[in-house]
């Protein structure tokens, strides 16, 4: 996209991390920000801490993150920006440079349908956009594969999950989701995609219940991991 001068004088875009104005060949993040960005490498390592987190409680092929973040962490006005300031461009942005990085990688070559994880309507009405779908939208660009945003539905406004913790944060999304179209699904190579894992009890939840549909398989990709 080109940014005419005079727009940009008068409404000059900026580093969602450290708020530095942008040169013409950066979007969102600067090039000093991206090039610091705290990757995880989850997808060259054999055993990691988000494929720990899941560990004996999903049935899961692969699950990783891109970055990580932490409240000290300037990187966490990345998900802020995505999340509560119509960032759904940042969000598609970051999806196609990941996928872009795991493409020497097998993570992603036996995907046959990708799913990001779905908000409620009124929150959807409220906020206007679901950044997993944009982070979703990025991934898809790129890789080739179908994007499934009506199979799995989230039929339960649950709170807010910031200040619960881990039990009350299971307890939170228990029987949040549903399944619209099983028929989809069925034996189809699922990419789970959401923004952050902190628990992991929303992508649990799911999990579980993608797998009422008998997918061939499930895995997981999310932005960001909390240390």
Request: proline share 4%; glycine share 6%.
């Amino acid at each position: 996209m080109t940014i005419s001068p005079l727009f940009d004088l008068f409404y000059p875009r900026l580093c969602v991390v450290c708020g530095r104005r942008l040169h013409d060949d950066e979007r969102h993040l600067c090039l000093h920000c991206l090039q610091h960005l705290p990757r995880t490498g989850f997808h060259t390592e054999a055993s990691h801490a988000m494929e720990q987190l899941f560990r004996g409680k999903a049935d899961i092929v692969h699950a990783i993150a891109y970055f990580y973040t932490s409240p000290q962490s300037e990187y966490r006005h990345i998900l802020h920006h995505i999340k509560y300031h119509d960032g759904k461009e940042c969000a598609r942005y970051l999806g196609r440079l990941y996928a872009s990085e795991l493409a020497g990688s097998d993570i992603l070559h036996d995907i046959d349908l990708i799913i990001p994880v779905p908000l409620h309507r009124k929150r959807l009405h409220s906020r206007g956009y679901n950044q997993s779908e944009w982070i979703a939208r990025g991934i898809a660009e790129v890789i080739g594969i179908p994007l499934d945003t009506r199979s799995l539905i989230r039929y339960v406004a649950n709170p807010s999950q910031t200040r619960l913790s881990l039990y009350e944060r299971w307890i939170n999304t228990q029987s949040i989701f549903a399944l619209s179209d099983s028929h989809n699904i069925q034996g189809r190579n699922i990419l789970l995609i959401d923004d952050i894992v902190t628990t992991g009890a929303t992508l649990l939840a799911c999990v579980n219940t993608l797998n009422e549909a008998y997918p061939g398989s499930v895995s997981l990709l999310t932005l960001s991991i909390a240390r």
